[in-house]
């Protein structure tokens, strides 16, 4: 087999158990590329994502992305707060885990 595909191939496995390990495995695809998108958008805003940047950043659409963001709020995983700087605009903040 190609090394390229190897690589991807291991690099996949490793995610797959990191969500096992993260007990984020339940979650859909959509989910999960929302809540990766909100966990690297956040790396520099401590826990903190404008859900503008998270669509724009996702590449889905905005309803896709608010139907998500929903969904992993039912689930306890974010919430939202209105932004400081501009009412119509909802700040998603990551919920903190325990280990």
Known sequence: MNK???NIGDALTMLKGLENDL???HLSPNE???FYTIIIGSEYIKGRSN???IVKKSGMSRSTVYK???KL???GIIQFSQSEYDGRESIVILNPVSS
């Open 32 to 34: 999960l590329k929302v």
């Open 68 to 70: 998500t963001l929903r």
């Open 73 to 75: 709020s039912s689930q």
């Open 4 to 6: 390229f595909y190897e």
């Open 23 to 25: 007990n984020i495995k």
């Open 51 to 53: 859900i503008t940047e």
